[in-house]
């Protein structure tokens, strides 16, 4: 979903899957465009090339919008001259124990410059990676990496720099928050602030 002050034109694609549309953007009114079904990662754990790039003509507010059977969340994207190098994850624990709709916690990392080197170490265990060890993936303008967690660890804490400007985000697929006793999972997302951006004095 777009929004904007003024009157504007944007485009959105997902140049991996050839997909591209230009869109109006009206003053106090919001434009949605639906990206088509395989821009969805797949992957529990490597590099896909579905990242969405936004480019509009002013300037503009960008809202991600996930809509699953039972569930909708949404998150502010921020523009380019926002993100940075150096991030955490911050997901949703997933019991062991779980109603098995639940889905633990992952991030995704999106880059925006080609051969761009990603650092990351795990704040848990998952199927492929242990807690504590760095490892490294590269990144080409547009490319997605993604990992996700495992029931009983969750990524909240995962440390992720790297050598040039990327985007994260996370959280989890379905979460039942505040406890197990609440057993109607949700979507949760959010597009994470790069360190340099967090502060010490808030209103809320």
Known sequence: DISGATATTATVAVPALGFS???SVTPGQTTSVALPRP???TTLDGVEGLGVHVTTAA???????EDTNASTDGFTALPVTAIGTNYYALGYEALTGQPPEAAPSDFQIVGTRNGTTVTITPAATTANRPQGVSYTVTLNTGETYQLIGSNGADLTGTHITANAPVSVLAGAECANIPSLSYVYCNYVAEQMPPTPEWGKDFLT
């Open 39 to 41: 821009s969805d990662l």
């Open 59 to 65: 300037p503009v507010t960008v809202y991600g919008l």
């Open 21 to 23: 549309e230009d869109v």
